[in-house]
């Protein structure tokens, strides 16, 4: 039984930050790192010279509403140095000094704001995908949803169910953690649910703020290129289990891959002051692992046609440009060039995650793909885990 796709809503963030907004910043506040000679060339190395965020830099750099003085208060830190033989007068001094100093931002002043842009943000494109499939939110019958740095509970499934608001009997499935492959495995699992019945509309929304994972207190190089490559977007779609007149892609046989104990290579650690997205130098590679073996997948599948069969396009999302080059590297003889053409320019304004298969979708289809183009969606994200799709333009 076949899954059907309408054209996905793509909400970008509405707030601008350039590359070198972000490269002055780092500088001014990181003269002495390691890397601060080389910021330069490092950040022209992404190719990205500006990307969306939900919120503007300023609020990502701001300082929090406390003070630099000890978590226990003003009264115990007298009582302290007053113990320690400090005058009144010098009490006094050290009190005002540590007042003046302020305090980074805490976890929840970080993330609150981000929080209810996710929610804004992914209401908007909800109502875009629907308006798009010529449908209600009445019409509904399950939603799937991801968001993986803001994590809330309830989470984004139950705020769109009362935004919108859904039918109170809508299958709602949040997958928070799903990150990078949100695009492709909400698609995979949508396809399943429809073709267990037909006649069911599923919603699938995805909003990533994924600036929250800029910390300006880190000095690595991981921390900085972190800040160079995230932006943020919701995007939304509608898979139905019979075609409509709006449907643009017929979704086939899905793959999964994941590759054991590489779960430490990309993940988001939680620390005193918010979010960070910590990576290893040894990721490109293992992801590489997940695209050599969508090739295998694909040449297994198609071995009675090994010469003629290739997809006409390629939306991919492997993280970063190394990938791509890999995966152009890697491509069976005689597929020809220019499969990740939407994969690049999208990459281009910023790594949106688990938004990005949506957003390069959108710009194919934007293009304009002949019906029976063949299509090979491809995700990888923290794990290391991929999902890859094929699909047949209508």
Not at 124 to 146: E, F, K, N, P
Not at 162 to 169: A, E, H, T, Y
Not at 297 to 314: G, K, M, N
Not at 341 to 369: E, K, M, P
């Amino acid at each position: 039984m076949a899954a059907y796709l309408c054209p996905p809503a793509v909400i970008h963030g509405e707030n601008t930050v350039k590359t070198s907004e972000i490269v002055a910043e780092v500088r001014g506040r990181h003269p002495h790192a390691a890397w601060a000679p080389r910021v330069d060339g490092i950040a022209a190395s992404t190719g990205i010279e500006s990307r969306g965020w939900m919120l503007p830099l300023e609020t990502a750099v701001a300082p929090g509403k406390g003070s630099g003085l000890p978590a226990a208060g003003i009264g115990p830190a007298r009582e302290a140095l007053t113990a320690d033989g400090f005058s009144e007068q010098d009490v006094n001094r050290v009190i005002a000094a540590l007042e003046a100093i302020p305090a980074p931002q805490t976890v929840q002043e970080r993330t609150a704001p981000a929080w209810a842009a996710v929610q804004s943000y992914g209401e908007r494109a909800a109502r875009g995908a629907l308006q798009i499939a010529g449908l209600d939110a009445s019409d509904v019958d399950c939603l799937i949803t991801s968001n993986s740095t803001t994590p809330a509970l309830p989470g984004l499934d139950v705020a769109l169910a009362n935004k919108l608001p859904l039918r109170n009997d809508v299958m709602l499935l949040p997958a928070t953690q799903w990150a990078c492959i949100a695009g492709t495995r909400s698609l995979a699992l949508a396809a399943d649910l429809v073709a267990a019945d037909p006649d069911r509309v599923v919603l699938v929304v995805i909003a990533e703020a994924l600036s929250t994972t800029y910390q300006p207190a880190d000095d690595t190089l991981e921390s900085l290129i972190v800040r160079l490559l995230f932006a943020d977007t919701a995007v939304a779609a509608v898979v139905t289990g019979r075609p409509r007149p709006e449907s643009i892609l017929r979704l086939g046989a899905a793959w999964h891959h994941t590759v054991p104990d590489t779960q430490d290579l990309h993940r988001l650690e939680t620390r005193e002051d918010g979010t960070h997205f910590v990576m290893d130098r040894r990721g490109p590679r293992a992801v590489q692992e997940t695209v050599t073996a969508m090739w295998e997948w694909l040449q297994a599948r198609y071995r009675d046609d090994p010469d003629s069969w290739h997809p006409d396009v390629l939306l991919a999302h492997p993280g970063g440009t190394r990938v791509l080059e890999y995966m152009e590297q890697t491509m069976p003889d005689g597929w020809p060039s220019g499969l990740l053409d939407y994969s690049r320019d999208s990459y281009t304004s910023g790594n949106r995650g688990g938004a990005a298969v949506f957003d390069i979708l959108r710009r194919a289809h934007d293009a304009g793909q002949e019906a029976g183009s063949r299509a090979v969606l491809y995700a990888a994200a923290p794990g290391l885990t991929a999902t890859a799709l094929e699909g047949e333009w209508l």
